[in-house]
């Protein structure tokens, strides 16, 4: 199985503040790489897919980039919504698409 | 627009039984990838079993031989059979239209379903 390791596990931040969260696979997975927010109480919601393509309605902070093994999300100037948690995805090896342990962005 | 509304979750014993269903609109189950994705109380993501659209079926290691999953075309509707369950598959289980292909990101969620399995 891939496994997905996400850096860091928690990051606290202020709004206006440029944010990168890290996901690194156990085996290269080229670009099939996903990231998904979610907030407490909701389910998780897809932001970004193949490693850098913008889910339609996600704003256009939000960015994604890597391939292989090293991949990285990053939001521009954070927002006051923007405080959750974020899952990396490998979609490279199914059926089994495993997740990240999750980073949670806080408020500093 | 596509809707997944997940029903049968709640509290039951260690050692029993529950079935999930996930009825869906806005699109046809048959034609895409469904998965069920759970959620242990203050953890993670942890995808737990799909069905293709060819009715192909794969399960995690975590729940093979006791959870067995379905769809009946005719209701839009897929299933979530869980048997023997362990206090350690309480979790928000989640159903998810998880695309036309198996690389497809899933884009779709519904808003779970608890399920609790305590004595």
């Known amino acids: 199985d891939i496994q997905m390791t996400q850096s860091p596990s928690s990051l606290s931040a202020s709004v206006g503040d440029r944010v990168t969260i890290t996901c690194r696979a156990s085996q290269s997975i080229s670009n099939y790489l996903n990231w998904y927010q979610q907030k407490p109480g909701k389910a998780p919601n897809l932001l970004i897919y193949a490693a850098s393509s913008l889910q339609s309605g996600v704003p256009s902070r939000f960015s994604g980039s890597g391939s292989g093994t090293d991949f990285t999300l990053t939001i521009s100037s954070l927002q006051p919504e923007d405080f959750a948690t974020y899952y990396c995805?490998?979609?490279?090896?199914?059926?089994?698409?495993?997740f990240g342990q999750g980073t949670k962005v806080e408020i500093k | 627009e596509v809707q997944l509304v997940e029903s049968g979750g709640g509290l039951i014993q260690p050692g029993g039984s529950l079935r999930l269903s996930c009825a869906a609109s806005g699109f046809t189950v048959s034609s895409h990838y469904m998965s069920w994705v759970r959620q242990a109380p203050g953890k993670g993501l942890e995808w737990v079993s799909v069905i293709y659209s060819g009715g192909s079926t794969y399960y995690a290691d975590s729940v093979k031989g006791r959870f067995t999953i379905s769809r009946d075309n005719s209701r839009n509707t897929v299933y979530l059979q869980m048997n023997s369950l362990r206090a350690e598959d309480t979790a928000v289980y989640y159903c998810?239209?998880?695309?036309?292909?198996?690389?497809?990101?899933?884009?779709?969620w519904g808003q779970g379903t608890l399920v609790t399995v305590s004595s």
């Open positions: 995805q490998q979609g490279y090896s199914t059926p089994q698409k495993t």
């Open positions: 998810v239209n998880s695309g036309t292909r198996s690389t497809s990101p899933f884009d779709y």
